[in-house]
């Protein structure tokens, strides 16, 4: 099974201090593994790592076949399209419909039919139960059908992994199911692997996977018994 991400005693920063020290974490195809830890614990920043927006000074990393460690900005963004990124606030582009905010990251990426483009976006959409929304603007939707259609960005290009940081965090208890029955069907119909930062120990609960734990300057791997 192939490795998508792994750190070997990668020391994690936030800007000039160092938030996590000696981390070892490996993460294979068709994983659904959490990031769990309180607010400062240096979960954000190991995702920022990931996508190499912060960089890695000390140990070894790598990302989807990239090496971390003095990667070239002009890899960066190869990099990236290997990722697919489900940010809690959704980040989606409200002065423009749900197609037009697809279609502007499939240009951007490098798509240039139109009628691929088009059938791309059909395919997402009805992948996240969205296919009727195409032409809605994002404020003409609810939190759960914002965060839907943020799932179908996440997955335009096929990604190997999806990050998704505190996905559920605005979400009522009931939306915040679906999403995560959504982000589960993804992981087992496609072997997308989920990389899911979350602080709700009920989710982890109600859907195991593996567990990272932020806490004193450490990230390791827990099992179920210590939550």
């Known amino acids: 099974m192939d490795s998508l991400i792994k750190f070997q005693d990668a020391d994690i920063i936030n800007g000039e201090a160092t ?7 490996q993460i294979n195809e068709g994983d659904f593994v959490y990031l769990v830890g309180k607010v400062g614990t240096g ?11 912060n960089p890695l000074h000390k140990g070894s990393g790598e990302v989807c076949g990239y090496k971390l460690e003095g990667i070239r900005k002009r890899d960066i963004p190869f990099l990236r399209r290997n990722l697919g990124v489900v940010f809690q606030d959704f980040q989606l582009l409200m002065d423009r ?6 279609a502007f990251v499939l240009k951007s990426t490098g798509w240039k039919d139109k009628i691929e483009i088009g059938k791309r976006i059909a395919k997402v959409l009805e992948d996240v139960g969205m296919a ?3 032409h809605r603007m994002p404020h003409q939707l609810s939190g759960g059908e914002q965060q839907r259609i943020a799932i179908a960005r996440a997955i335009l290009n096929s990604p190997k992994v999806i990050i998704a940081d505190e996905p559920t965090g605005n979400l009522d208890p009931i939306t915040a199911r679906e999403i995560m029955d959504l982000l589960v069907s993804i992981n087992r119909d496609n072997g997308t692997a989920i990389l899911m930062v979350t602080h709700n120990t009920t989710i982890f609960e ?16 827990i099992g179920n018994e210590a939550f």
């Open 132 to 134: 009727t929304k195409a």
């Open 206 to 221: 109600n859907y195991p996977g593996r567990a990272f734990i932020c806490a004193n300057e450490k990230c390791v791997e």
């Open 97 to 102: 419909t749900v197609e037009d905010n697809l």
């Open 19 to 25: 938030v996590i020290y000696g981390l070892n974490m």
């Open 43 to 53: 979960k954000t920043s190991i995702i920022r790592t990931i996508i190499a927006e």
